[in-house]
């Protein structure tokens, strides 16, 4: 059974920075595409970032300049850095692999003065 698990979130200001981050266990991520999505509520998820098993990223043009994917083979962990971070950001923020597995709990994000 694979579980993905999410954390980092939290309560920030506008222009502050977070770093989010994905545990696997159950599955080793070093094969896979790893992507990361949000959901604000009673809306779908919407496609973040993503990095492939060699390292090759790419962004939704939202995040584009502000977001930084990553991924550490060692520790089975993918993390996203978020930096000057606006309200629009408010999300849950999740993680999966491609092809996708079932997804985490997800978590908060909340950009607010």
């Known amino acids: 059974q694979v579980q993905l698990v999410e954390s980092g979130g939290g309560l920030v200001q506008p222009g502050g920075s977070l770093r989010l981050s994905c545990v696997a266990s159950g599955r080793d991520l070093s094969i896979y595409i790893m992507e990361w999505y949000r959901q604000i509520p009673g809306k779908q998820r919407q496609f973040v970032a993503r990095?492939?098993?060699?390292?090759?990223?790419g962004y939704a043009d939202s995040v584009k300049g502000r977001f930084t994917i990553s991924r550490d083979n060692a520790k089975n962990t993918v993390y996203l850095q978020m930096n000057n971070l606006k309200p629009e950001d408010t999300a849950v923020y999740y993680c999966?692999?491609?092809?996708?597995?079932?997804w985490g709990l997800g978590t908060q994000v909340t950009v607010s003065s």
């Open positions: 990095i492939t098993a060699g390292g090759g990223t």
């Open positions: 999966n692999t491609a092809p996708s597995t079932k």
